[in-house]
């Protein structure tokens, strides 16, 4: 199987080191496409400062893929908790910089420092320019920016009505048109929706090739709805979204969690205004999507999905697939 896992956030990160394990056995050619329109954080201020990508995402990304989650990826992951223009970044955010303007070109610098930590996959950004997502919610106010899209999000308690990239004409690596083109799989999510996975699909080459490719599309929904983003959005409603905004209702399964997680920690999201995702199958079921509900949660601290359980999951599609392709 040739794999596309496109998004960003923890959320691709996890999938990742889910099935990193499945390289070469059963995943032949393993490629992530990861959004750099993050402007928060130790990334936003890198990007402003330095005027690269936002290297967060990528960074989460080539640790989660490194063949041993040693030392060396522990380093790439140190955060600084002191130092004056240091404290808040990550080292690996800040090399992926470096890197950056050695070399003259954030490709290279991903590609450079996914051989240090001998990734086992293909880790290729959405766009190599830097880009930012904006967003009109239902009140008429267009906001700019992927943290300031969140938080008007969680002050107007309201739905985003309309999303864009700017500038719209931005270009995608070739590599990684090529890369989803000849994919046998495409797997969409988990992640924010609106500010880890839509980025991705509106660069237009993405979108397009994504759209075109003869892969198996897939979109894994989020355990939980996120505050400021997807307040009270059921499975179908995240699909539904997707679809809108590539104006092509294009996946083919979609992959749920059926867990409610332990009361503490769900008192503790709600807290939060965060809520399971219902897993509405039987609306999905009748857009002519496959339907995948299973258990996923993870056991911990936060509600995320468990890595193995999920490479479980997607190894029983793909075996389907081939099924299929052999008929």
């Avoid at 640790?63 to 522990?74: P, S």
Wanted: hydrophobic share 40%; charged share 25%; with cysteine.
């Amino acid at each position: 199987m040739k794999v596309v896992a496109i998004g960003g956030g923890t959320g691709l990160s996890s999938l990742l080191r889910g099935i990193k394990h499945l390289v070469p056995d059963t995943i032949t050619d393993l490629t992530a496409i990861v959004t750099v329109a993050d402007n928060g954080g130790s990334s936003g201020r890198l990007r402003e400062e330095m005027q690269i990508p936002a290297p967060g995402d990528i960074r989460n990304c080539i640790v989660a893929l490194a063949e041993d989650e040693d030392i060396l990826a522990k380093v790439f992951q140190y955060r600084f908790k002191e130092g004056d223009g240091l404290k808040g970044h990550s080292f690996g955010n800040l090399f992926l910089s470096v890197l950056t303007k050695i070399t003259g070109d954030f490709l290279d610098a991903v590609e450079i420092t996914s051989d240090i930590l001998k990734i086992k996959g293909k880790i290729i950004p959405s766009t190599d320019q830097l880009v930012d997502i904006v967003a009109e919610f239902t009140d008429g106010k267009i906001i700019k920016g992927e943290t300031q899209i969140t938080e008007y999000g969680k002050k107007l308690k309201g739905k985003i009505k309309k999303i864009w990239m700017e500038p719209a004409d931005v270009k995608a690596p070739e590599e990684a048109v090529e890369k989803i083109e000849n994919a046998d799989v495409i797997i969409l999510g988990p992640g924010s929706l609106y500010t880890s996975i839509i980025p991705n699909l509106l660069v237009e080459d993405i979108k397009n090739a994504v759209i075109h490719s003869n892969a198996y599309k897939i979109y894994i929904c989020n355990v939980m709805t996120q505050y400021g983003e997807t307040d009270r959005f059921s499975a179908s409603e995240h699909i539904n979204t997707i679809h809108e905004i590539v104006k092509s209702p294009f996946i083919n399964a979609a992959i749920l969690n059926t867990t409610i997680p332990p009361d503490e920690l769900l008192r503790k999201y709600m807290k939060e205004n965060a809520e399971p995702v219902t897993a509405d199958a039987g609306n999905i079921s009748r857009m002519g999507i496959t339907v995948y509900a299973e258990d996923l949660l993870d056991t911990g601290d936060y509600v995320r999905h468990n890595p193995e359980k999920l490479a479980r999951t997607l190894v029983k599609i793909f075996e389907k697939i081939k099924e299929k392709r052999a008929a």
